[in-house]
């Protein structure tokens, strides 16, 4: 388990970017329309600063592991908020720490008010998917709301 889950800092920015490109580069989903193209993935802490949004970070040793947030995106249904930029570094994957990520998250999203939860993803991200039906996501026929990544073909959705 890592030794430490806490917000997001600024000096995070660069390390939480790269994380998530390689990730991207890893599972062969670098392309646009997606959070590998998304200008915000270099600027995660001011993104953060948003009103209604909150993002965990899981570091060790003073490395970070991965990260996790909820964010108030553009024309999603009243009460919903979505599940964004959810990684981990290779290192970190079936150690717990994503589950830990996750349950963090949760609770925030219910602190922040929402009432259900969106999120995007791919099918090259099985493992990702199996967690979220794990904890109660359900399959979309099609996107909620305006995150800008129209690559992504699964959708999913929890009551909180």
Known sequence: MPTNIRQIRLEDNE??????KDVFI?????R???VYDDPTTDH???????EKSSYWVAEENGQILGGCG???TADLPHGCGELVKFYLS???RGKGIGNLLLQIVLNSSKELDYKQLYLESFPELKNAVKIYRKYSFRKLRKPLGNSGHYACSIWMLREL
């Open 44 to 50: 995660l802490f001011e993104l953060f600063q948003t």
């Open 70 to 72: 909820v964010f108030p």
């Open 90 to 92: 290779a290192s970190a």
């Open 32 to 34: 646009p329309g997606t």
């Open 15 to 20: 390390p939480l970017s790269k994380l998530i």
């Open 26 to 30: 890893e599972f062969g989903i670098d």
